[in-house]
Nanobody, 124 residues
Framework: QVQLVESGGGLVQAGGSLRLSCAAS????????MGWFRQAPGSEREFVTS????????YYADSVKGRFTISRDNAKNTVYLQMNSLKPEDTAVYYC?????????????????WGQGTQVTVSS
C-alpha cells in the first residue's frame, strides 16, 4: 500500500509560479511510475504529466507543455510539479498518483494510488 500526500497548492496571480510536492510512503519509490492529474469544478479529471521511475521518460499534456515540469527525488520519496506562467484555466485540484509499474503513463485508470489533492487557484 502506498500513501501519497500532496502539498504546495495555493492562490497565485496569473503569470506566477507554484511548486507542488507529493511525498510517498511504501516500498521502493523508484518502482512506481508517478503522475499528476487535475480536476476543475464541473470537469472530469484530466492528465497533466507523468514520470517514469528512473526519470528518463516524461509525458505532458499539450496544455501545460513548456510551462510545467515534473521531477522526482527517489532518495526523498517525493515527486514535484513546478508550474510556471500559470493561467486562470490552470485552476483545479491537483492530484498525485502512483502506478505499480515503473513507467510513465497518461492513463488515469493505470494508477492504483491517489493522494487527497491540493487546490491551485490562479487569479486573473
Amino acid at each position: 500500500q502506498v500513501q501519497l500526500v500532496e502539498s504546495g497548492g495555493g492562490l497565485v496571480q496569473a503569470g506566477g509560479s507554484l511548486r507542488l510536492s507529493c511525498a510517498a510512503s511504501g516500498r521502493t519509490f523508484s518502482t512506481y511510475g508517478m503522475g499528476w492529474f487535475r480536476q476543475a469544478p464541473g470537469s472530469e479529471r484530466e492528465f497533466v504529466t507523468s514520470i517514469s521511475g528512473s526519470s528518463r521518460t516524461t509525458y505532458y499534456a499539450d496544455s501545460v507543455k513548456g510551462r510545467f515540469t515534473i521531477s522526482r527525488d527517489n532518495a526523498k520519496n517525493t515527486v514535484y510539479l513546478q508550474m510556471n506562467s500559470l493561467k486562470p484555466e490552470d485552476t483545479a485540484v491537483y492530484y498525485c498518483a502512483a502506478r505499480n509499474q515503473p513507467y510513465a503513463s497518461y492513463q488515469a485508470n493505470s494508477y492504483a494510488y491517489w493522494g487527497q489533492g491540493t487546490q491551485v487557484t490562479v487569479s486573473s
